[in-house]
């Protein structure tokens, strides 16, 4: 079954960096958008950036300027680069894509969701 698996969460002070990756596995015959949410405790999952197959990203607000996403088409695997981290970065960060198993046709399109990776930035 397709899975996608992050790591590269963990603790860091503010001001530092962080790279997260995440590798999507199984039977995949293509991959279209990519992209990181987050979540905080008490609040709603957030977009946090996203990557189409192309190359073509956008960022939600509050991280402009400071991550930056990438992916390796090859490897089925998409990065984000985490820099000036603040305190309000903290959360779980999960990896989500849209995968075409194969076999399926067009209908066959789905969105998968990894099991997040905890990033906390202290203060």
């Known amino acids: 079954q397709v899975q996608l698996v992050e790591s590269g969460g963990g603790l860091v002070q503010v001001g530092g960096s962080l790279r997260l990756s995440c590798t999507a596995s199984?039977?995949?015959?293509?991959?279209?958008?990519m992209a990181w949410y987050r979540q905080a405790p008490g609040k709603q999952r957030q977009l946090v950036a996203r990557?189409?197959?192309?190359?073509?990203?956008n960022y939600g607000d509050s991280v402009k300027g400071r991550f930056t996403i990438s992916r390796d088409n090859a490897n089925q695997m998409v990065y984000l680069q985490m820099n000036s981290l603040k305190p309000e970065d903290t959360a779980v960060y999960y990896c989500n894509a849209d995968i075409l198993p194969p076999n399926t046709g067009a209908a066959g399109w789905n969105n998968y969701w990894g099991q997040g990776t905890q990033v906390t930035v202290s203060s």
């Open positions: 199984g039977p995949i015959a293509a991959i279209n958008n």
């Open positions: 990557i189409s197959h192309s190359g073509t990203t």
